[in-house]
């Protein structure tokens, strides 16, 4: 439903998106992945209508409707999770919730239903009626989750969701958005760790200076740009590195000439794809 | 060293990056500067002139002869009009003091061993400087006639003479009478023997032994009331006008938090459109300000014994003065983008304007070009307001000008605010 049909935003002589161009399947995560400034927040904020694009079009439609993302109507069908934590925090966690559940049209008991509802989503139930300046960090993270989805909105937009969150709320984070998918969401996930990609997209865009550098399923992406993955073994003369498409062929062979004391099998991932695409790693 | 020499060069760096910081370092110093140094400028060549209104009540050759003097002595503004249009212009706070020459005060001029002259200044409570410089200058004057008598053997014989047959017409023979005549004989001598006494230098005090040379009975012009009025209906219009600048600086502050916290893009992003949002941020802002200053006016009225003249024109007042400071908010919040900038320009924009509007400097310290600029000042016409309805006692269509000025002022600041802000966030 969520069309970018070759979109570019510039911000001066920086074109922060160029030529942008994908649509939302229903019911998948959809990862947007790349390094900071490849221009995920600025589709981000096309998406939900804070940014106009300069060349190409941002739409949602389907057979029944193609509307501007600034549509009012549109509006109430998607939830936005802002990179920063977007939250107010003098007061409760819940009246954060009332508040703007109240501003996407709920009142009395399907407001209160909404409210315990996403609560319980992000597991402050037993928080819910303190102050948001007295949440650690993850409950922040998961609160300004819980926040997108108070509306109950079919297509949630998380704007690099784990920012500085510890390990532990990371893992918190993924269940949350793989409930989400669960419960039929559409998702818009966007980040430059390729470990969240690859566990949590169904498909992933590849971003790099605003460009989009490849688009596919994480075992497609990986199949067609990742190369061989890499074989390292301990023998008696030491370690080695050997690429190959065939783990098991190359370690028999090795084996035939020398005992092998140890292995490890590198497969491909994200990281070898972007480094493949880019010719840079993803965290540069 | 170089580590010292390499952060300071950052932080002024960093310093000439931020434009706001920029101009509050540079320009706002630059533009308190000039503000001061015009309004310095006027006082060397002595204060803009003091507006007063002068009733001759005497209307004799020694009140008008009086009159004159004021009128040489520069620093006043005169202006002759009738007693009770004058009292009606001190009321509306359209000129400082009212000066009425009372009955008898030629005489008195004229005849300074009976009786002193008389004077009655009806002063507007918020012009107390004014008022003191008012009765410097009168004072001025009455000493300056009374050396000029002193110094005139010829008037004094005259008025000796004249003394000299009301004692013989009232006062029957005795020791006493006598020696009241013995010491009228000697009055004309007093310059003649100051002089042989080689003091012609020294005493050139012009009452000498006389008590001072004007009666002066001030009095505050406020409107006729049936309870009881003191210093706090004064007091409290300026602090409900401090309420409304710190009201819009911290609204103008919640904006920038908004756009910091990020939460402003949730707002964007909600089904509201940009009208609702800046909507809700008036009406909060409006809801706030007229919340404090009718808090404020309320312990007035029940603590300290305000008595507003009209509580229509009082609720009139509080509404206008709120609607100009939400505008006023509104183009705070989005030139300061950050807290510290809202904050920063809110009190730096505020502070000229109270200035520019007589809430910190009276005006007529100022030049008259700046008295003039005054007019453009909100807190001027906020404080005309209030007063109007409090101790004034404006009538509806008194305060029909402040009001309209407020508003106009609310709604422009607001437009330009809310186009701003819609620019600004898309």
Not at chain 1, 5 to 22: E, I, P, T
Not at chain 1, 47 to 63: H, I, K, M, S, T
Not at chain 1, 103 to 132: I, T
Not at chain 2, 113 to 137: I, K, L, N, W, Y
């Amino acid at each position: 439903m969520l069309v970018f049909d070759h979109v570019s935003k510039c911000f001066g002589d920086l074109r922060a998106v160029d030529d942008l161009s994908f649509e939302l399947e229903a019911g998948e995560v959809f990862g947007l992945l790349g390094p900071n400034g490849a221009g995920k927040t600025t589709a981000i904020n096309m998406a939900v209508g804070l940014l106009e694009p300069d060349e190409g079009v941002v739409r949602f439609a389907d057979e029944a409707f193609d509307r501007d993302p600034r549509d009012a109507e549109n509006r109430r069908s998607l939830g936005l999770a802002p990179q920063s934590i977007a939250l107010y925090e003098q007061i409760s966690g819940a009246d954060n919730l009332r508040f703007f559940g109240r501003l996407h049209g709920l009142r009395g008991s399907d407001l209160e239903e909404r409210v315990a509802a996403c609560l319980d989503f992000a597991d402050l139930v037993d928080v819910g009626k303190k102050v948001v300046s007295k949440y650690s960090g993850g409950m922040q993270r998961r609160l300004n989750l819980a926040v997108a989805i108070i509306h109950d909105p079919e297509l949630v937009l998380l704007d690099e969701p784990t920012v500085g969150v510890d390990p532990q709320s990371r893992n918190a984070i993924f269940e949350r958005v793989e409930q989400l998918r669960d419960g039929g969401k559409q998702v818009v996930y966007t980040t430059h760790y390729m470990e969240e990609a690859q566990r949590l997209c169904d498909r992933v865009a590849i971003l790099d200076r605003g460009r989009l550098m490849a688009l596919d399923t994480v075992p497609a992406l990986i199949t067609a740009h990742g190369g061989p993955g890499n074989l390292v073994v301990r023998t008696g003369d030491g370690e080695s590195r050997h690429e190959t498409t065939d783990p098991l062929a190359t370690l028999a062979e090795l084996q035939a000439r020398q005992a092998v004391d140890h292995f490890q099998y590198l497969p491909p991932d994200l990281e070898t794809v972007f480094l493949n695409l880019t010719g840079r790693a993803l965290r540069d | 060293m170089n580590k010292i020499v390499a952060m300071a060069a950052k932080d002024i760096h960093i310093l000439f990056r931020d434009k706001l910081g920029f101009f509050f370092t540079i320009f706002f110093p630059l533009m308190m500067a000039i503000f001061f140094g015009a309004m310095f400028a006027g006082l060397s060549r002595g204060p803009a002139s003091i507006p007063i209104a002068l009733v001759d009540a005497d209307r004799t050759a020694g009140s008008a002869r009086f009159v004159g003097r004021l009128e040489a002595a520069g620093g006043l503004a005169i202006e002759r009009i009738p007693s009770d249009q004058a009292l009606e212009q001190v009321r509306r706070g359209q000129t400082a003091v009212l000066v009425t020459l009372r009955p008898g005060f030629g005489a008195a001029l004229d005849n300074p061993f009976v009786a002193t002259p008389e004077v009655e200044m009806s002063v507007d409570p918020t012009q107390f400087a004014a008022a003191g410089m008012v009765r410097g200058v009168l004072l001025e004057a009455a000493g300056a006639e009374l050396q000029a008598f002193m110094s005139d053997p010829s008037r004094m014989s005259v008025t000796n003479e004249q003394n000299r047959r009301l004692i013989e017409e009232f006062s029957p023979p005795s020791e006493a009478r006598d020696d009241l005549l013995n010491v009228l004989d000697q009055i004309p001598r007093i310059p003649v023997l100051i002089d042989e006494a080689g003091l012609g230098s020294v005493t050139t005090g012009a009452t000498g032994g006389f008590g001072p040379p004007l009666e002066i009975e001030q009095t505050q012009v406020q409107a006729q009331r049936r309870g009881p009025t003191n210093s706090y209906a004064t007091s409290f219009a300026q602090a409900m006008l401090w309420t409304l600048i710190g009201g819009s600086v911290s609204f103008s502050m919640s904006i920038a938090i908004e756009r910091s916290r990020g939460t402003l893009m949730r707002l964007l992003v909600a089904p509201i459109t940009a009208r609702q949002l800046l909507a809700a941020k008036g009406l909060a802002c409006l809801g706030a300000t007229l919340f404090t200053s009718s808090a404020l006016i309320t312990l007035g009225i029940t603590v300290f014994d305000v008595t507003p003249t009209s509580y229509p024109l009082l609720a009139l007042a509080l509404l206008c003065g709120s609607i100009c400071f939400c505008g006023i908010m509104m183009v705070l919040s989005v030139i300061g983008r950050t807290e510290q900038a809202a904050a920063g320009v809110g009190w730096g924009i505020a502070l000229p304007f109270t200035m520019l509007g007589g809430g910190m400097v009276p005006l007529f310290l100022m030049p008259e070009w700046m008295q003039t600029l005054g007019n453009i000042s909100p807190m001027k016409w906020t404080l005309m307001a209030y007063e109007g309805a409090i101790w004034r006692g404006f009538t509806l269509s008194e305060m029909l000008l402040p009001c309209a000025v407020l508003v106009a002022i609310g709604v422009l600041a607001f437009s330009i605010g809310a186009t701003r802000l819609r620019w600004d966030t898309g």
